[in-house]
Protein backbone atom coordinates (compact mmCIF):
# COMPACT_ATOMS: atom_id res chain seq x y z
CA UNK A 1 0.00 0.00 0.00
CA UNK A 2 2.59 2.59 0.77
CA UNK A 3 4.43 1.76 -2.81
CA UNK A 4 1.03 2.54 -3.73
CA UNK A 5 1.02 5.91 -2.41
CA UNK A 6 4.25 6.70 -3.26
CA UNK A 7 4.13 6.02 -6.93
CA UNK A 8 0.63 8.11 -6.99
CA UNK A 9 2.39 11.02 -5.00
CA UNK A 10 6.13 10.75 -7.59
CA UNK A 11 3.30 10.65 -11.00
CA UNK A 12 2.01 13.87 -9.42
CA UNK A 13 4.82 15.20 -9.08
CA UNK A 14 5.88 14.17 -12.76
CA UNK A 15 2.55 15.64 -13.80
CA UNK A 16 3.47 19.23 -11.80
CA UNK A 17 6.92 19.31 -13.28
CA UNK A 18 5.98 18.96 -17.00
CA UNK A 19 2.73 20.66 -17.02
CA UNK A 20 3.64 22.65 -20.01
CA UNK A 21 4.61 19.67 -22.25
CA UNK A 22 1.33 16.97 -20.88
CA UNK A 23 -1.07 20.43 -20.97
CA UNK A 24 -2.93 19.55 -17.73
CA UNK A 25 -2.85 22.52 -15.27
CA UNK A 26 -0.60 21.55 -12.14
CA UNK A 27 -3.32 22.92 -9.60
CA UNK A 28 -5.33 19.71 -11.16
CA UNK A 29 -2.81 17.69 -10.92
CA UNK A 30 -1.86 18.34 -7.50
CA UNK A 31 -5.78 18.51 -6.55
CA UNK A 32 -5.84 14.48 -7.61
CA UNK A 33 -2.69 13.86 -5.62
CA UNK A 34 -3.83 15.06 -2.39
CA UNK A 35 -7.24 13.01 -3.10
CA UNK A 36 -6.05 10.37 -4.13
CA UNK A 37 -3.06 9.40 -1.42
CA UNK A 38 -5.56 10.52 1.44
CA UNK A 39 -8.45 7.78 -0.45
CA UNK A 40 -5.28 4.65 -0.59
CA UNK A 41 -4.37 5.46 3.06
CA UNK A 42 -7.98 5.05 4.33
CA UNK A 43 -8.98 2.12 2.29
CA UNK A 44 -5.89 0.38 2.70
CA UNK A 45 -5.20 1.36 6.46
CA UNK A 46 -6.06 -0.78 9.10
CA UNK A 47 -6.76 1.42 12.13
CA UNK A 48 -10.24 2.94 12.41
CA UNK A 49 -11.07 4.98 10.23
CA UNK A 50 -12.12 7.63 12.98
CA UNK A 51 -8.41 7.88 13.97
CA UNK A 52 -7.97 8.85 9.84
CA UNK A 53 -10.52 11.42 9.76
CA UNK A 54 -9.14 12.86 12.96
CA UNK A 55 -5.52 13.24 11.25
CA UNK A 56 -6.92 14.86 8.69
CA UNK A 57 -8.34 17.44 10.57
CA UNK A 58 -5.35 18.13 12.37
CA UNK A 59 -4.03 18.41 8.77
CA UNK A 60 -6.66 20.96 7.21
CA UNK A 61 -6.15 22.74 10.02
CA UNK A 62 -2.75 23.67 9.49
CA UNK A 63 -3.14 23.87 5.43
CA UNK A 64 -6.10 26.43 6.26
CA UNK A 65 -4.02 28.97 8.01
CA UNK A 66 -1.33 28.85 5.41
CA UNK A 67 -4.36 29.30 2.79
CA UNK A 68 -5.98 31.98 4.19
CA UNK A 69 -3.07 33.71 5.27
CA UNK A 70 -2.11 33.67 0.90
CA UNK A 71 -5.79 34.55 -0.13
CA UNK A 72 -5.24 37.69 2.36
CA UNK A 73 -2.13 38.68 1.69
CA UNK A 74 -2.93 37.96 -2.56
CA UNK A 75 -6.46 40.67 -1.84
CA UNK A 76 -4.59 43.20 -0.51
CA UNK A 77 -1.65 43.16 -3.19
CA UNK A 78 -4.19 43.16 -5.80
CA UNK A 79 -6.31 46.34 -4.06
CA UNK A 80 -3.13 48.24 -4.21
CA UNK A 81 -2.41 47.46 -7.56
CA UNK A 82 -6.15 48.59 -8.66
CA UNK A 83 -5.25 52.39 -7.13
CA UNK A 84 -2.03 52.20 -8.90
CA UNK A 85 -0.41 52.57 -5.39
CA UNK A 86 2.87 50.86 -6.72
CA UNK A 87 3.57 53.71 -8.88
CA UNK A 88 4.48 55.58 -5.95
CA UNK A 89 8.04 53.85 -6.23
CA UNK A 90 8.14 53.14 -9.84
CA UNK A 91 7.74 56.73 -10.99
CA UNK A 92 10.79 58.00 -8.46
CA UNK A 93 13.15 56.11 -10.83
CA UNK A 94 14.45 58.10 -13.65
CA UNK A 95 17.99 57.38 -14.54
CA UNK A 96 19.30 56.11 -18.29
CA UNK A 97 22.25 54.35 -16.89
CA UNK A 98 21.73 50.85 -17.52
CA UNK A 99 24.33 49.52 -14.68
CA UNK A 100 22.55 52.21 -12.55
CA UNK A 101 19.54 51.20 -13.09
CA UNK A 102 19.92 47.70 -12.83
CA UNK A 103 21.15 48.53 -8.97
CA UNK A 104 17.96 50.32 -8.31
CA UNK A 105 15.94 47.87 -9.96
CA UNK A 106 17.23 44.80 -8.14
CA UNK A 107 17.05 46.70 -4.32
CA UNK A 108 13.61 47.74 -4.92
CA UNK A 109 12.86 44.23 -5.89
CA UNK A 110 15.13 42.89 -3.09
CA UNK A 111 12.92 45.13 -0.62
CA UNK A 112 9.49 44.61 -2.50
CA UNK A 113 9.27 41.17 -2.67
CA UNK A 114 10.15 40.95 1.36
CA UNK A 115 7.08 42.98 1.57
CA UNK A 116 4.42 41.24 -0.98
CA UNK A 117 5.61 37.86 -2.16
CA UNK A 118 7.88 37.63 -5.02
CA UNK A 119 6.02 36.66 -7.38
CA UNK A 120 3.56 40.23 -7.15
CA UNK A 121 7.20 42.05 -7.13
CA UNK A 122 8.29 40.26 -10.22
CA UNK A 123 5.06 41.13 -12.25
CA UNK A 124 5.29 44.82 -11.03
CA UNK A 125 8.67 44.93 -11.57
CA UNK A 126 8.38 43.78 -15.24
CA UNK A 127 5.63 46.21 -16.09
CA UNK A 128 7.65 48.83 -14.99
CA UNK A 129 10.56 47.54 -16.86
CA UNK A 130 8.27 47.67 -20.27
CA UNK A 131 8.49 51.51 -19.69
CA UNK A 132 12.12 51.81 -18.53
CA UNK A 133 14.04 49.45 -20.76
CA UNK A 134 12.60 49.54 -24.44
CA UNK A 135 15.80 47.85 -25.90
CA UNK A 136 14.21 43.98 -25.57
CA UNK A 137 17.98 42.46 -25.22
CA UNK A 138 18.57 44.83 -22.65
CA UNK A 139 15.22 43.93 -21.08
CA UNK A 140 15.85 39.81 -20.68
CA UNK A 141 19.17 40.54 -18.61
CA UNK A 142 16.90 43.12 -16.07
CA UNK A 143 14.39 39.92 -16.25
CA UNK A 144 16.50 37.41 -15.16
CA UNK A 145 18.41 39.67 -12.13
CA UNK A 146 14.60 40.72 -11.05
CA UNK A 147 13.88 37.18 -10.69
CA UNK A 148 17.02 36.53 -8.88
CA UNK A 149 16.58 39.80 -6.45
CA UNK A 150 13.07 38.92 -5.57
CA UNK A 151 13.75 35.43 -4.49
CA UNK A 152 16.29 36.74 -2.25
CA UNK A 153 14.22 39.32 -1.33
CA UNK A 154 11.52 36.54 -0.25
CA UNK A 155 13.43 34.05 1.31
CA UNK A 156 14.52 36.50 4.86
CA UNK A 157 11.33 37.78 5.28
CA UNK A 158 8.37 35.91 7.18
CA UNK A 159 6.20 37.21 4.52
CA UNK A 160 8.24 37.40 1.46
CA UNK A 161 7.86 33.91 0.37
CA UNK A 162 5.58 31.06 0.30
CA UNK A 163 8.01 28.47 2.14
CA UNK A 164 9.34 30.98 4.50
CA UNK A 165 5.69 31.61 5.40
CA UNK A 166 5.04 27.71 5.22
CA UNK A 167 7.86 27.69 7.91
CA UNK A 168 6.68 30.29 9.86
CA UNK A 169 3.28 29.25 10.12
CA UNK A 170 4.33 25.88 11.41
CA UNK A 171 6.53 27.61 14.10
CA UNK A 172 9.19 26.24 12.89
CA UNK A 173 11.38 29.71 12.36
CA UNK A 174 10.29 33.45 14.44
CA UNK A 175 9.85 36.25 12.69
CA UNK A 176 12.74 38.33 14.15
CA UNK A 177 14.99 36.01 13.88
CA UNK A 178 15.21 35.11 10.53
CA UNK A 179 15.29 38.22 9.63
CA UNK A 180 18.45 38.89 11.50
CA UNK A 181 20.23 35.68 10.31
CA UNK A 182 18.86 35.74 6.82
CA UNK A 183 19.40 39.14 5.38
CA UNK A 184 22.86 39.08 4.91
CA UNK A 185 23.25 36.23 2.89
CA UNK A 186 19.83 36.84 0.81
CA UNK A 187 21.63 40.31 0.14
CA UNK A 188 24.89 38.39 -0.70
CA UNK A 189 23.08 35.81 -3.34
CA UNK A 190 21.80 39.22 -4.99
CA UNK A 191 25.06 41.28 -5.09
CA UNK A 192 27.25 38.46 -6.64
CA UNK A 193 25.16 38.56 -9.55
CA UNK A 194 25.06 41.98 -9.66
CA UNK A 195 28.54 42.60 -9.74
CA UNK A 196 29.51 40.11 -12.28
CA UNK A 197 27.30 41.98 -14.66
CA UNK A 198 28.42 45.63 -13.29
CA UNK A 199 31.70 44.60 -15.50
CA UNK A 200 30.02 42.52 -18.46
CA UNK A 201 26.83 44.35 -19.12
CA UNK A 202 26.68 46.08 -22.37
CA UNK A 203 24.23 47.85 -24.61
CA UNK A 204 22.09 50.38 -23.79
CA UNK A 205 18.38 51.11 -22.39
CA UNK A 206 17.13 52.08 -26.03
CA UNK A 207 16.37 56.16 -26.10
CA UNK A 208 14.23 56.68 -28.99
CA UNK A 209 10.79 55.24 -27.69
CA UNK A 210 11.80 56.69 -24.12
CA UNK A 211 10.91 59.89 -25.36
CA UNK A 212 7.84 58.84 -27.05
CA UNK A 213 6.97 57.14 -23.95
CA UNK A 214 7.56 60.05 -21.76
CA UNK A 215 5.33 62.52 -23.27
CA UNK A 216 2.08 60.58 -24.21
CA UNK A 217 2.82 59.51 -20.55
CA UNK A 218 2.09 62.78 -19.44
CA UNK A 219 -1.04 63.76 -21.78
CA UNK A 220 -2.24 60.18 -20.41
CA UNK A 221 -3.89 58.09 -22.94
CA UNK A 222 -6.87 56.11 -21.15
CA UNK A 223 -7.72 55.42 -17.72
CA UNK A 224 -5.07 52.82 -16.65
CA UNK A 225 -2.04 54.79 -16.77
CA UNK A 226 -3.06 58.43 -17.00
CA UNK A 227 -1.00 60.81 -15.04
CA UNK A 228 -3.54 61.51 -13.00
CA UNK A 229 -2.95 59.31 -9.80
CA UNK A 230 -6.36 57.31 -8.69
CA UNK A 231 -7.67 59.25 -5.99
CA UNK A 232 -6.70 57.08 -2.44
CA UNK A 233 -3.49 55.33 -4.30
CA UNK A 234 -1.68 56.86 -1.39
CA UNK A 235 -3.42 55.79 1.15
CA UNK A 236 -4.13 52.44 0.12
CA UNK A 237 -0.53 51.97 -0.86
CA UNK A 238 0.48 52.81 2.56
CA UNK A 239 -2.59 51.00 4.64
CA UNK A 240 -1.98 48.00 1.97
CA UNK A 241 2.24 47.91 2.95
CA UNK A 242 1.67 49.20 6.42
CA UNK A 243 -1.25 46.11 6.76
CA UNK A 244 1.03 43.42 5.69
CA UNK A 245 4.61 44.87 7.81
CA UNK A 246 2.19 44.60 11.08
CA UNK A 247 0.69 40.86 10.57
CA UNK A 248 4.47 39.57 12.29
CA UNK A 249 3.47 42.22 14.87
CA UNK A 250 0.49 40.69 15.44
CA UNK A 251 1.57 37.37 16.09
CA UNK A 252 3.85 38.37 18.50
CA UNK A 253 1.70 40.59 20.81
CA UNK A 254 -1.21 38.35 20.45
CA UNK A 255 0.13 34.97 20.18
CA UNK A 256 -2.69 34.02 17.80
CA UNK A 257 -1.93 32.50 14.51
CA UNK A 258 -0.70 34.53 11.38
CA UNK A 259 -3.76 34.66 9.31
CA UNK A 260 -5.93 36.53 11.78
CA UNK A 261 -3.57 39.03 11.63
CA UNK A 262 -3.58 39.02 7.66
CA UNK A 263 -7.31 38.73 7.98
CA UNK A 264 -7.54 42.20 10.05
CA UNK A 265 -5.43 43.76 7.33
CA UNK A 266 -7.83 42.62 4.75
CA UNK A 267 -10.82 44.01 6.33
CA UNK A 268 -8.93 46.98 7.17
CA UNK A 269 -8.39 47.83 4.10
CA UNK A 270 -11.75 46.18 2.40
CA UNK A 271 -13.48 49.11 4.97
CA UNK A 272 -11.42 52.09 3.59
CA UNK A 273 -11.69 50.91 -0.06
CA UNK A 274 -15.18 51.18 -0.02
CA UNK A 275 -15.14 54.56 1.98
CA UNK A 276 -12.55 56.40 -1.07
CA UNK A 277 -15.30 56.55 -3.53
CA UNK A 278 -18.73 56.96 -1.99
CA UNK A 279 -20.10 58.73 -4.86
CA UNK A 280 -19.60 56.07 -7.38
CA UNK A 281 -22.51 53.91 -8.79
CA UNK A 282 -21.63 50.31 -7.92
CA UNK A 283 -20.45 48.92 -11.27
CA UNK A 284 -18.08 51.62 -11.24
CA UNK A 285 -16.52 51.26 -7.86
CA UNK A 286 -16.35 47.39 -8.36
CA UNK A 287 -12.40 47.26 -9.72
CA UNK A 288 -11.78 49.34 -6.98
CA UNK A 289 -13.36 47.39 -4.06
CA UNK A 290 -11.71 44.30 -1.99
CA UNK A 291 -14.46 42.21 -3.59
CA UNK A 292 -12.90 42.82 -7.12
CA UNK A 293 -9.83 42.44 -5.88
CA UNK A 294 -11.17 38.95 -4.19
CA UNK A 295 -12.40 38.13 -7.96
CA UNK A 296 -8.90 38.59 -9.84
CA UNK A 297 -6.50 37.08 -7.13
CA UNK A 298 -5.32 33.89 -8.10
CA UNK A 299 -7.68 31.39 -7.24
CA UNK A 300 -5.94 27.88 -9.05
CA UNK A 301 -2.77 28.78 -7.25
CA UNK A 302 -4.62 28.31 -3.30
CA UNK A 303 -5.60 25.11 -4.26
CA UNK A 304 -2.59 23.81 -5.84
CA UNK A 305 -1.03 24.38 -2.54
CA UNK A 306 -4.33 22.62 -0.93
CA UNK A 307 -3.88 19.77 -3.49
CA UNK A 308 0.34 19.77 -2.53
CA UNK A 309 0.26 20.19 0.55
CA UNK A 310 -2.72 17.71 1.45
CA UNK A 311 -0.78 14.83 -0.82
CA UNK A 312 2.24 15.64 1.44
CA UNK A 313 0.20 15.44 4.96
CA UNK A 314 -0.93 11.59 3.86
CA UNK A 315 2.97 10.88 3.21
CA UNK A 316 3.59 12.30 7.10
CA UNK A 317 0.73 10.33 8.68
CA UNK A 318 1.44 7.30 6.75
CA UNK A 319 5.23 7.93 8.50
CA UNK A 320 6.87 7.32 4.76
CA UNK A 321 8.26 10.93 5.14
CA UNK A 322 10.11 9.91 8.54
CA UNK A 323 11.29 7.23 7.07
CA UNK A 324 13.19 9.26 4.18
CA UNK A 325 14.65 11.45 6.61
CA UNK A 326 16.00 8.45 8.48
CA UNK A 327 17.30 7.09 5.41
CA UNK A 328 18.87 10.15 4.19
CA UNK A 329 20.21 10.45 7.55
CA UNK A 330 22.14 7.26 7.15
CA UNK A 331 23.15 7.97 3.46
CA UNK A 332 24.18 11.27 3.66
CA UNK A 333 24.70 12.32 6.89
CA UNK A 334 25.21 16.03 7.45
CA UNK A 335 21.77 17.75 7.60
CA UNK A 336 23.71 21.21 5.56
CA UNK A 337 24.89 18.89 2.53
CA UNK A 338 20.90 17.79 2.74
CA UNK A 339 19.11 21.49 2.80
CA UNK A 340 21.65 22.36 0.06
CA UNK A 341 20.86 19.65 -2.78
CA UNK A 342 17.25 20.67 -1.36
CA UNK A 343 17.72 24.24 -2.69
CA UNK A 344 19.22 22.98 -6.13
CA UNK A 345 16.29 20.35 -6.55
CA UNK A 346 14.15 23.48 -5.87
CA UNK A 347 15.07 24.73 -9.41
CA UNK A 348 14.15 21.51 -11.03
CA UNK A 349 10.77 21.04 -9.17
CA UNK A 350 8.53 23.05 -7.15
CA UNK A 351 9.86 24.65 -4.21
CA UNK A 352 6.19 24.14 -2.03
CA UNK A 353 6.36 20.26 -2.34
CA UNK A 354 9.83 20.19 -1.30
CA UNK A 355 9.61 22.52 1.61
CA UNK A 356 6.43 20.87 2.74
CA UNK A 357 7.93 17.68 2.72
CA UNK A 358 11.16 18.61 4.79
CA UNK A 359 9.15 20.08 7.61
CA UNK A 360 7.34 16.02 7.71
CA UNK A 361 10.35 14.73 7.75
CA UNK A 362 12.31 16.38 10.59
CA UNK A 363 10.49 16.12 14.05
CA UNK A 364 10.32 19.74 16.16
CA UNK A 365 11.21 17.89 19.27
CA UNK A 366 14.23 16.84 17.64
CA UNK A 367 15.04 20.41 15.79
CA UNK A 368 13.42 23.09 17.97
CA UNK A 369 12.36 26.07 16.89
CA UNK A 370 15.21 28.69 15.13
CA UNK A 371 17.40 25.68 14.59
CA UNK A 372 19.86 26.15 11.96
CA UNK A 373 17.84 22.94 9.72
CA UNK A 374 15.01 25.92 9.51
CA UNK A 375 16.63 28.59 8.74
CA UNK A 376 18.69 27.19 6.09
CA UNK A 377 15.45 25.47 4.75
CA UNK A 378 14.12 28.78 4.14
CA UNK A 379 17.52 30.43 2.54
CA UNK A 380 18.23 27.57 0.38
CA UNK A 381 14.34 26.92 -1.15
CA UNK A 382 13.91 30.33 -1.56
CA UNK A 383 16.96 31.83 -3.57
CA UNK A 384 17.71 28.00 -4.95
CA UNK A 385 14.56 28.23 -7.02
CA UNK A 386 16.45 30.77 -9.16
CA UNK A 387 18.96 28.63 -10.80
CA UNK A 388 16.46 27.72 -13.45
CA UNK A 389 13.55 29.81 -14.76
CA UNK A 390 10.90 27.58 -14.04
CA UNK A 391 12.32 27.00 -10.49
CA UNK A 392 10.07 29.97 -8.72
CA UNK A 393 6.86 31.62 -9.38
CA UNK A 394 8.78 34.34 -10.38
CA UNK A 395 10.68 33.03 -12.85
CA UNK A 396 7.58 31.63 -14.68
CA UNK A 397 5.61 34.92 -14.24
CA UNK A 398 8.67 36.41 -15.75
CA UNK A 399 9.23 34.35 -18.06
CA UNK A 400 5.31 34.43 -19.46
CA UNK A 401 5.69 37.82 -19.55
CA UNK A 402 8.76 38.49 -21.05
CA UNK A 403 8.54 34.96 -24.04
CA UNK A 404 12.33 34.28 -21.59
CA UNK A 405 13.76 31.28 -23.22
CA UNK A 406 14.46 28.41 -20.84
CA UNK A 407 17.79 27.88 -23.10
CA UNK A 408 18.85 31.42 -23.08
CA UNK A 409 18.29 31.92 -19.08
CA UNK A 410 20.24 28.40 -18.02
CA UNK A 411 23.08 30.09 -20.29
CA UNK A 412 23.01 33.35 -19.22
CA UNK A 413 21.58 33.51 -15.79
CA UNK A 414 22.23 30.23 -14.23
CA UNK A 415 25.60 30.16 -13.56
CA UNK A 416 25.00 33.67 -11.97
CA UNK A 417 22.60 32.47 -9.90
CA UNK A 418 24.32 29.56 -8.38
CA UNK A 419 27.08 31.36 -7.63
CA UNK A 420 24.94 33.79 -6.01
CA UNK A 421 23.18 31.09 -4.21
CA UNK A 422 26.57 29.33 -2.73
CA UNK A 423 27.94 32.83 -1.61
CA UNK A 424 24.60 33.55 0.03
CA UNK A 425 25.21 29.55 1.59
CA UNK A 426 28.36 30.18 2.75
CA UNK A 427 28.19 33.20 4.50
CA UNK A 428 24.83 31.77 6.60
CA UNK A 429 26.91 28.69 7.84
CA UNK A 430 29.60 30.65 8.68
CA UNK A 431 27.45 33.56 10.68
CA UNK A 432 25.03 30.67 11.91
CA UNK A 433 27.33 29.65 14.98
CA UNK A 434 27.62 33.27 16.17
CA UNK A 435 24.27 34.35 15.52
CA UNK A 436 23.27 31.46 17.28
CA UNK A 437 25.29 32.05 20.35
CA UNK A 438 22.51 35.10 21.00
CA UNK A 439 19.48 32.87 21.50
Known amino acids: ?69 LMGAMTIVELVDAYQGFRIITDKIKTQNPKKLMWIICW ?60 WIGGQISSG ?12 CM ?83 ELINPHMDEAEKRPYTAAGALSRIDVPSVLFFLGILLAVSALESMEILHHFAAWLDKSVGDQRIIITLIGILSSIVDNVPLVAASMGMYDMSIYPQDHLIWEYLAYCAGTGGSVLIIG ?29 YFAGAIIYLIIQPFLAVHH
Open 108 to 167: VTFFLSAILDNLTTSIVMISLLRKLVPNKEMRLFFAAMVVIAANAGGAWSPIGDVTTTML
Open 191 to 273: VIPLLYLQFTLKGDLGHADNQLTETSHTHGHGHAHSSTPIKGSKTMFFLGVGGLISVPVFKTVTHLPPYLGMLLALGVLWVVS
Open 392 to 420: SAAGVAVMGMEKIDFIWYMKKASLLALLG
Open 177 to 188: NIIITLILPSII
Open 1 to 69: METFVIAIFVIGYLCIALEHPIKVNKTASALLTGVICWTLYAVFQHESIGHIGEQLNHHLGQIGAILFF
